[in-house]
């Protein structure tokens, strides 16, 4: 059973789109996060929700909205998808703000052509 | 400056060798560092949490922490091409409450 998923794995787009990736965890973690890691492999947080509420926005342009319905799930839509924006997400879960025993989901591959 | 630097590799050692991956930290008011290992085309996971200056041990892997140093390392005793991957870094407290500062990561290759 897994513990934390993202959906899609994949995503192949155009300049100008707009696209979203889920992400879900069953382990009852209070805290979820987003990461993006460029193709050098540097690994760099963008957001973090603690039961729903945003903490952490990590000068990350409007275009990227996270979106925390309940504590097991974020979501994180993207406007007017830009090359730059091509990399790996990462959804992560940890059991409280703080902890730095993070289980990471799967990765969303995103490239913007 | 970077938060956290790690070593920039990539390392390569012969299978039962000692591989030794080094981490500095620039914000002394970190508390608590961890080691993640990355395959390739995978997520990071944890393997190593360390909290307080001195060695942790966990099977082949030790953890070593000098806060007077701002120094992190991992060493991996018995190395085996399995543990070829990325390893990375990670700080967290003090003006990285709240989340993990990564490093940019080692790739560590055991070669038989």
């Known amino acids: 059973d897994t513990a934390v998923s993202q959906t899609p794995k994949y995503l192949v787009t155009q300049m100008g789109n707009d696209k979203s990736i889920k992400c879900e965890q069953n382990?009852?973690?209070?805290?979820m996060y987003w990461y993006k890691q460029d193709s050098k492999k540097f690994l760099k947080i963008m957001f973090s929700?603690?039961?729903?509420?945003?903490?952490i926005n990590e000068t990350v342009p409007n275009r990227f909205s996270p979106k925390s319905p309940d504590k097991a799930h974020l979501n994180l839509h993207i406007n007017s998808l830009e090359l730059g924006d091509s990399a790996v997400y990462f959804c992560?879960?940890?059991?409280?703000?703080?902890?730095?025993?993070?289980?990471f989901g799967p990765g969303t591959r995103l490239t913007v052509t | 400056q970077k938060e956290v630097e790690q070593n920039s590799g990539p390392l390569s050692v012969p299978e039962g060798a000692i591989a030794s991956l080094n981490c500095t930290y620039s914000d002394r008011g970190s508390q608590s560092f961890f080691w993640y290992r990355q395959y390739s085309g995978k997520s990071p996971e944890l393997i190593m949490s360390i909290y307080s200056n001195g060695d942790k041990e966990d099977g082949r892997f030790t953890a070593q922490l000098n806060k007077a140093s701002q120094y992190v390392s991992l060493l991996i005793r018995d190395s085996q091409p399995s543990d070829s991957a990325t390893y990375l870094c990670?700080?967290?407290?003090?003006?990285?409450?709240?989340?993990?500062?990564f490093g940019q990561g080692t790739i560590l290759t055991v070669h038989p």
């Open positions: 382990l009852g973690h209070d805290t």
């Open positions: 992560a879960s940890s059991p409280g703000l703080g902890a730095g025993e993070q289980y």
């Open positions: 929700y603690n039961n729903k509420e945003l903490i």
């Open positions: 990670a700080g967290a407290g003090g003006t990285s409450y709240g989340k993990l500062t």
